[in-house]
């Protein structure tokens, strides 16, 4: 498969090539199974994933759509400037993200990607007022846990570089929730708001 590592990468005749300014690389593959995967670039990686080539890849069962309603994806990245990375995170691409908006009473699912370039022991919390809500473990790094796994527990998860998780939750009633993401010594490095309707 090619992974993108060029002049590395691949099997046979097909191996991965460098991708020149301006110019593009298609690679097809088939995902071994629906879940949360990444993607990130493997050339000059400090500077290219600073400037935002890293992402999602969120593969579905055969016959499903994604909902945007009830299926979030937070993703977590190193800020631009070391300024900004030495004190937060981006979420999503911003300093700022707007506010989640979900239903009262809905499953929703919520999948964490780390792609920080130096942030390996950060947490996820899930608070609503000054309570962390229930969650559910459901899947880490593209594969569903087993059922066994995915007991409720308050909302507090390490997510580390490189790592997936998905959690299933529910809001019981409107109003408003945050997401906080934390350092490992507890500091807070960036939130994402929600509003519950």
């Given at each position: 498969?090619?992974?993108?590592?060029s002049?590395?990468?691949?099997?046979?005749?097909?191996?991965?090539?460098?991708?020149?300014?301006?110019?593009?690389?298609?690679?097809?593959?088939?995902?071994?199974?629906?879940?949360?995967?990444?993607?990130?670039?493997?050339?000059?990686?400090?500077e290219?994933?600073?400037?935002?080539?890293?992402?999602?890849?969120?593969?579905?069962?055969?016959?499903?759509?994604?909902?945007?309603a009830?299926?979030?994806?937070?993703?977590?990245?190193?800020?631009?400037t070391?300024?900004?990375?030495?004190r937060?995170?981006?979420l999503?691409g911003?300093?700022?993200?707007?506010?989640?908006?979900?239903?009262?009473?809905?499953?929703?699912?919520?999948?964490?990607?780390?792609?920080t370039?130096?942030?390996?022991?950060m947490r996820?919390?899930?608070?609503?007022?000054?309570?962390?809500?229930?969650?559910?473990?459901?899947?880490?790094?593209?594969?569903?846990l087993?059922?066994?796994?995915?007991?409720?527990?308050?909302?507090?998860?390490?997510?580390?570089?490189?790592?997936t998780?998905?959690?299933?939750?529910v809001?019981?009633a409107?109003?408003?929730?945050?997401?906080?993401?934390?350092?490992?010594?507890?500091?807070?490095l960036?939130?994402?708001?929600?509003?519950?309707?």
């Open positions: 498969m090619l992974d993108g590592v002049g590395f990468s691949g099997a046979g005749a097909q191996i991965s090539p460098a991708i020149a300014p301006h110019d593009s690389f298609v690679a097809r593959f088939t995902p071994p199974r629906a879940g949360t995967f990444i993607y990130h670039t493997h050339v000059n990686e400090s290219q994933q600073r400037a935002g080539l890293v992402g999602p890849i969120i593969v579905l069962e055969p016959g499903t759509t994604l909902d945007s009830t299926d979030h994806t937070v993703l977590i990245t190193t800020p631009a070391g300024a900004d990375e030495a937060t995170v981006l999503n911003s300093l700022s993200p707007p506010a989640l908006e979900i239903r009262a009473g809905a499953a929703q699912r919520l999948r964490l990607i780390n792609m370039m130096t942030r390996p022991n996820v919390e899930l608070w609503r007022g000054d309570s962390l809500v229930t969650w559910r473990p459901l899947a880490k790094d593209g594969a569903d087993p059922d066994s796994w995915r007991v409720p527990r308050p909302a507090r998860s390490p997510v580390s570089v490189g790592e998780m998905d959690f299933g939750f809001a019981p409107a109003g408003p929730m945050r997401l906080e993401v934390r350092a490992a010594i507890g500091k807070l960036a939130t994402m708001p929600i509003v519950v309707r």
